[in-house]
C-alpha cells in the first residue's frame, strides 16, 4: 500500500471486528465496515492496476494535485492525481479524451468513496495510430501541402459559406450557432457527411471535391469542415490523405474545425485556416457585424462632419468676406482715395510753397553777402595792378620782340656773310656801288665814271672806277 | 456623370467593394484639401454607399439550405 497525504487517521485500539457466522444480525460501526471495504479491495485487486476511460470533470486544484472522473458508458471513478505525478505528463489531459491511467485503487474513508489515484497517464490508441499520424504529417509536409504559400486568404465578408459536417453531430449546432451569432447576413449551406467510421474519409473528400465542382451556381465563399471533441480514431477520417488532398485542391478556401483545442489533425495543417474548435468556426470564418456596423456608422459621421465644416468654413469665409469695408461701403475706396489725393495735394503745395521761400531766403542771404563784398570796388583795385601788369608785359613783349628782332636780323647777316663768304671763297666776288653801297647785280645799275667796291674773299676790297661797259 | 447611372453602380457592387469604396471615400476627405463642391460630391457617394451596405446586413439568413449529393451513393 503505498502512502498517501490523505493516509486515514486510525482509531487508537479499534475493538474487533465481530465475524458472522450465518444470519446473525452483526452491527457494525461505519468505521468498522468502512475498513473491511477497503481491505477486501486491497485482497481483491492487484496493488498497480491500468484503466482505460474518459476524462470527465478534470479540475487542478491550487495545491497542483489533480481531481476528474474516470468513465465508460456503464460507469465511472473518481480519481486523484498528485501534482508531482501530473507535472510529468507529456500532454494536458481534457475532459472527453479517452485514456489509458496507471495506479492503485483505494477507499477514502471521510468521504465513503473509493478512488483511483492515477501515477501516469497516457493517451488511449496512442503507438499505432500516433505513429502512422506522424508518418503521414512528415509525408505530406515534405511535399509541401502545409506551406504558407498555398493557403488562401479567407473572404473578409462571406455572404454563403458551405457547412461540411455530419448532421448529426454537435459540431454542425455548435458551427451555425457561432456564426449566426456573429454574422447573420451569411447563408448557411449544409453538406451532410459522416465524420468517423469506415469509408468517412472518402465521403468527406468527395464532398469538397463535389462542392468546388458545382461552386459557378453555388457561389460558396468558404467551407467549414469539422467535427466534434473525440479520441484519436473518432477524429482519424480527417488526417487520411484522402482529406488532406482533397482540401489541398479545393479552390474554395477552406476552415478545418476538429474536436478540442489541443486536437491537430493533418486536415487543420492543410486547411486555409483552423478554427480550435466548431464554435470558435464562427470566429474565424465570419467578422462580427457589429464592428462593421460600427464601422459603417464612423464612416457616415466622419463624411458627415467633414460636409459640414466645409460648409462652414466656406459659409465664414463669405461672412469675412462681406464684412470687409468693401462690401458694406463700396464708395469707402473711392472716398478714401480722394482724401489721400487731397492731402497729397496740400502737402505738395506746402512743400512748393515753403521750398520756394526758403530758395528766396537763400537767395537774399546771398545777394546781401555779394553786396558787403562790393565786387566793383574789388576789379577796381585788381585793375590797377592788372594795368600794370599789362603795361610791364607789352613793354617787356616789345623789348623782347626787338632783341629777338636783332638777333634773328644779326644772325640773318651772320648766315647771309657765311653764304657769301663761300662764294667769294669759290672766286666769285660781290660788286657793290660805292656811293649807295648797294649791289650791283646788272650792268644797267651802273654807269661809266661810277666807283665800285668789289669784294673779294676775306673782305678784301678793291676799289674800282667803271671805264667801260 | 449622371445620378442616375451612379445610383445603379453602387447597388451593383459586392459589400466588400462597396465597403473598400466607402473607406477610400472617409481617407480622400480626410486626407487631402478637397475643394468644397468635392466634399459635398464624396458626401452623396458615401451615403448612397452607405445606405447599400446598412441595407445588406440587414437581411438576417434564417433557413439553412442542404445542399449534400442527393444522386448516386
Same mark, same amino acid.
Given at each position: 500500500?503505498?502512502?498517501?497525504?490523505?493516509?486515514?487517521?486510525?482509531?487508537?485500539?479499534?475493538?474487533?471486528?465481530?465475524?458472522?457466522?450465518?444470519?446473525?444480525?452483526?452491527?457494525?460501526?461505519?468505521?468498522?465496515?468502512?475498513?473491511?471495504?477497503?481491505?477486501?479491495?486491497?485482497?481483491?485487486?492487484?496493488?498497480?492496476?491500468?484503466?482505460?476511460?474518459?476524462?470527465?470533470?478534470?479540475?487542478?486544484?491550487?495545491?497542483?494535485?489533480?481531481?476528474?472522473?474516470?468513465?465508460?458508458?456503464?460507469?465511472?471513478?473518481?480519481?486523484?492525481?498528485?501534482?508531482?505525478?501530473?507535472?510529468?505528463?507529456?500532454?494536458?489531459?481534457?475532459?472527453?479524451?479517452?485514456?489509458?491511467?496507471?495506479?492503485?485503487?483505494?477507499?477514502?474513508?471521510?468521504?465513503?468513496?473509493?478512488?483511483?489515484?492515477?501515477?501516469?497517464?497516457?493517451?488511449?490508441?496512442?503507438?499505432?495510430?500516433?505513429?502512422?499520424?506522424?508518418?503521414?504529417?512528415?509525408?505530406?509536409?515534405?511535399?509541401?501541402?502545409?506551406?504558407?504559400?498555398?493557403?488562401?486568404?479567407?473572404?473578409?465578408?462571406?455572404?454563403?459559406?458551405?457547412?461540411?459536417?455530419?448532421?448529426?453531430?454537435?459540431?454542425?449546432?455548435?458551427?451555425?450557432?457561432?456564426?449566426?451569432?456573429?454574422?447573420?447576413?451569411?447563408?448557411?449551406?449544409?453538406?451532410?457527411?459522416?465524420?468517423?467510421?469506415? =469509408?468517412?474519409?472518402?465521403?468527406?473528400?468527395?464532398?469538397?471535391?463535389?462542392?468546388?465542382?458545382?461552386?459557378?451556381?453555388?457561389?460558396?465563399?468558404?467551407?467549414?469542415?469539422?467535427?466534434?471533441?473525440?479520441?484519436?480514431?473518432?477524429?482519424?477520417?480527417?488526417?487520411?490523405?484522402?482529406?488532406?488532398?482533397?482540401?489541398?485542391?479545393?479552390?474554395?478556401?477552406?476552415?478545418?474545425?476538429? =474536436?478540442?483545442?489541443?486536437?491537430?489533425?493533418?486536415?487543420?495543417?492543410?486547411?486555409?485556416?483552423?478554427?480550435?474548435?466548431?464554435?470558435?468556426?464562427?470566429?474565424?470564418?465570419?467578422?462580427?457585424?457589429?464592428?462593421?456596423?460600427?464601422?459603417?456608422?464612423?464612416?457616415?459621421?466622419?463624411?458627415?462632419?467633414?460636409?459640414?465644416?466645409?460648409?462652414?468654413?466656406?459659409?465664414?469665409?463669405?461672412?469675412?468676406?462681406?464684412?470687409?469695408?468693401?462690401?458694406?461701403?463700396?464708395?469707402?475706396?473711392?472716398?478714401?482715395?480722394?482724401?489721400?489725393?487731397?492731402?497729397?495735394?496740400?502737402?505738395?503745395?506746402?512743400?512748393? +510753397?515753403?521750398?520756394?521761400?526758403?530758395?528766396?531766403?537763400?537767395?537774399?542771404?546771398?545777394?546781401?553777402?555779394?553786396?558787403?563784398?562790393?565786387?566793383?570796388?574789388?576789379?577796381?583795385?585788381?585793375?590797377?595792378?592788372?594795368?600794370?601788369?599789362?603795361?610791364?608785359?607789352?613793354?617787356?613783349?616789345?623789348?623782347?620782340?626787338?632783341?629777338?628782332?636783332?638777333?634773328?636780323?644779326?644772325?640773318?647777316?651772320?648766315?647771309?656773310?657765311?653764304?657769301?663768304?663761300?662764294?667769294?671763297?669759290?672766286?666769285?666776288?660781290?660788286?657793290?656801288?660805292?656811293?649807295? =653801297?648797294?649791289?650791283?647785280?646788272?650792268?644797267?645799275?651802273?654807269?661809266?665814271?661810277?666807283?665800285?667796291?668789289?669784294?673779294?674773299?676775306?673782305?678784301?676790297?678793291?676799289?674800282?672806277?667803271?671805264?667801260? +661797259? | 456623370?449622371?445620378?442616375?447611372?451612379?445610383?445603379? %453602380?453602387?447597388?451593383?457592387?459586392?459589400?466588400?467593394?462597396?465597403?473598400?469604396?466607402?473607406? %477610400?471615400?472617409?481617407?480622400?476627405?480626410?486626407?487631402?484639401?478637397?475643394?468644397?463642391?468635392?466634399?459635398?460630391?464624396?458626401?452623396?457617394?458615401?451615403?448612397?454607399?452607405?445606405?447599400?451596405?446598412?441595407?445588406?446586413?440587414?437581411?438576417?439568413?434564417?433557413?439553412?439550405?442542404?445542399?449534400?449529393?442527393?444522386?448516386?451513393?
Amino acid at each position: 500500500m503505498k502512502d498517501s497525504l490523505f493516509d486515514e487517521p486510525k482509531e487508537p485500539n479499534p475493538p474487533p471486528v465481530p465475524k458472522g457466522r450465518g444470519k446473525q444480525a452483526i452491527i457494525y460501526t461505519v468505521s468498522q465496515i468502512t475498513s473491511l471495504i477497503k481491505v477486501s479491495l486491497e485482497e481483491t485487486l492487484p496493488g498497480q492496476v491500468t484503466i482505460t476511460g474518459q476524462i470527465s470533470g478534470f479540475k487542478r486544484h491550487s495545491s497542483g494535485h489533480c481531481y476528474f472522473d474516470l468513465k465508460d458508458k456503464n460507469a465511472i471513478i473518481p480519481c486523484v492525481m498528485w501534482g508531482s505525478d501530473f507535472a510529468k505528463l507529456k500532454f494536458k489531459p481534457e475532459n472527453g479524451l479517452a485514456i489509458l491511467a496507471k495506479g492503485h485503487i483505494d477507499v477514502y474513508a471521510p468521504a465513503g468513496k473509493y478512488q483511483f489515484y492515477a501515477e501516469s497517464l497516457t493517451p488511449a490508441g496512442m503507438g499505432t495510430l500516433q505513429l502512422a499520424f506522424e508518418q503521414m504529417r512528415s509525408r505530406l509536409e515534405a511535399e509541401g501541402l502545409f506551406n504558407e504559400e498555398h493557403k488562401k486568404p479567407l473572404p473578409q465578408y462571406p455572404f454563403r459559406i458551405g457547412i461540411l459536417t455530419s448532421k448529426s453531430g454537435a459540431a454542425l449546432h455548435d458551427i451555425v450557432d457561432s456564426i449566426r451569432n456573429r454574422w447573420p447576413v451569411a447563408k448557411l449551406l449544409f453538406y451532410d457527411v459522416p465524420v468517423q467510421g469506415e =469509408g468517412a474519409a472518402e465521403k468527406i473528400a468527395t464532398a469538397i471535391k463535389d462542392v468546388n465542382k458545382r461552386n459557378t451556381s453555388l457561389k460558396l465563399d468558404v467551407i467549414i469542415v469539422g467535427r466534434g471533441g473525440g479520441s484519436m480514431e473518432d477524429l482519424w477520417a480527417f488526417n487520411e490523405e484522402a482529406v488532406a488532398r482533397a482540401i489541398f485542391n479545393s479552390k474554395i478556401p477552406v476552415i478545418s474545425a476538429v =474536436g478540442h483545442e489541443v486536437d491537430f489533425t493533418i486536415a487543420d495543417f492543410v486547411a486555409d485556416a483552423r478554427a480550435s474548435t466548431p464554435t470558435k468556426a464562427g470566429m474565424i470564418a465570419v467578422p462580427d457585424i457589429k464592428e462593421v456596423l460600427q464601422q459603417i456608422d464612423s464612416a457616415n459621421n466622419r463624411i458627415k462632419a467633414n460636409a459640414e465644416s466645409a460648409i462652414k468654413l466656406s459659409a465664414q469665409r463669405l461672412k469675412t468676406i462681406l464684412a470687409a469695408a468693401v462690401f458694406r461701403n463700396p464708395l469707402v475706396i473711392i472716398q478714401n482715395r480722394g482724401q489721400i489725393l487731397d492731402e497729397f495735394e496740400n502737402n505738395l503745395a506746402e512743400s512748393a +510753397k515753403s521750398f520756394v521761400l526758403n530758395i528766396r531766403k537763400l537767395l537774399q542771404i546771398y545777394f546781401e553777402k555779394i553786396l558787403k563784398i562790393e565786387p566793383h570796388r574789388l576789379m577796381a583795385d585788381k585793375k590797377i595792378p592788372l594795368n600794370n601788369l599789362q603795361n610791364r608785359l607789352s613793354q617787356k613783349t616789345s623789348g623782347l620782340l626787338a632783341s629777338v628782332k636783332l638777333q634773328i636780323e644779326t644772325q640773318a647777316g651772320k648766315l647771309s656773310a657765311c653764304n657769301l663768304k663761300s662764294v667769294l671763297n669759290r672766286g666769285y666776288s660781290i660788286t657793290k656801288n660805292a656811293i649807295t =653801297g648797294q649791289i650791283v647785280k646788272s650792268v644797267a645799275e651802273i654807269n661809266i665814271n661810277d666807283i665800285i667796291i668789289t669784294e673779294l674773299k676775306d673782305e678784301n676790297l678793291v676799289e674800282s672806277k667803271v671805264v667801260k +661797259k | 456623370m449622371a445620378e442616375k447611372k451612379e445610383n445603379n %453602380d453602387i447597388s451593383n457592387l459586392s459589400f466588400e467593394q462597396a465597403i473598400k469604396k466607402l473607406t %477610400d471615400i472617409v481617407s480622400k476627405i480626410e486626407d487631402g484639401q478637397i475643394s468644397l463642391e468635392q466634399s459635398l460630391t464624396q458626401y452623396e457617394q458615401g451615403m448612397e454607399l452607405i445606405k447599400h451596405c446598412r441595407g445588406i446586413l440587414q437581411k438576417a439568413e434564417k433557413k439553412i439550405e442542404e445542399i449534400s449529393k442527393e444522386k448516386e451513393k
